[in-house]
């Protein structure tokens, strides 16, 4: 990113309620970097935060920016910018083969079909799903599922990836090779975990607590204060 270009994703004054719980407290953020996670405890106000980095839930207060446009007044466009990997892969996965599930996200930006099947090929063999691609998506593992989910949204190339709890679901194993794939990734990546190993290497690691940032840092010490305060 070149250094003269604003930060991709902006928070400034947020709050939010649901009915009378309130949920996030004046949230203000620039996140530039490339690979920031955000961990909390349950509750603490994760999930909501990152759906409103691509207008799944819009503030109650505040702005959300992101790529410079006001997330309330560009959903659309904020959409196509940032792809959103839910826990449950079966929330995302639509089409009864694994190889038609990538071909419907192509449908958005790739209009013949032929083109759009020999895509879909190229891309679960990048995803490392080649020899499923006319298996039925649901007899998938856990962890190929996480995959497909992963490679459905990348293949319409999003400048943002936003995984919540992505690794809930999968083995050591399948975990590891998520975290490989997290790693290949060119784009922005906002990550909301409770694996916090996962985070060792990022750019930044956010800690909310009651719908506030109580740490904000690099992984070692936002975690170590994560740590210490979920022993108190
Ligand atoms: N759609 C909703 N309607 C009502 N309350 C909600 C809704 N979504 C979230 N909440 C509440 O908002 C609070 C924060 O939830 P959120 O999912 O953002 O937390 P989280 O930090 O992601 O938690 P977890 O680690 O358990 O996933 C919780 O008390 C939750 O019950």
């Avoid at 203000?28 to 980095?53: C, D, H, Y």
């Avoid at 190339?157 to 809930?168: F, M, R, Y």
């Avoid at 083995?171 to 990546?189: C, I, K, P, S």
Wanted: aromatic residues 4%.
């Amino acid at each position: 990113m070149p250094e003269s270009a604003p930060p991709a994703i902006v928070f400034d004054g947020v709050e939010h309620a649901f009915g009378d719980r309130v949920v996030l407290r004046g949230i203000t953020l620039e996140i530039p970097e490339r690979r920031v996670g955000v961990i909390g405890a349950n509750g603490s106000g994760k999930s909501t935060l990152a759906r409103m980095i691509n207008g799944l839930v819009l503030p109650a207060g505040g702005t959300v920016t992101v790529n410079g446009l006001d997330v309330r007044k560009n959903k659309r466009k904020v959409r196509r910018d940032v792809g959103f990997i839910f826990s449950d892969p079966d929330r995302q996965i639509i089409m009864p083969t694994v190889a038609e599930d990538i071909e419907l996200s192509l449908s958005r930006i790739v209009s013949d079909k032929a083109q759009r099947r020999a895509r879909a090929r190229e891309v679960l063999a990048d995803f490392g799903l080649d020899g499923h691609a006319d298996q039925p998506a649901h007899q998938l593992s856990g962890g190929q599922k996480q995959l497909l989910a992963l490679a459905a949204v990348m293949v319409v190339g999003p400048s943002i990836l936003v995984a919540d709890e992505p690794t809930t679901m999968l083995d050591l194993r399948n975990a590891l090779m998520l975290r490989r794939v997290f790693a290949g990734l060119d784009e922005q990546l906002v990550v909301l975990t409770h694996d916090l190993p996962m985070l060792d290497d990022f750019d930044r690691v956010i800690v909310l607590d009651d719908g506030r940032v109580v740490a904000d840092d690099e992984p070692a010490p936002a975690i170590a204060f994560y740590r210490n305060l979920m022993s108190r």
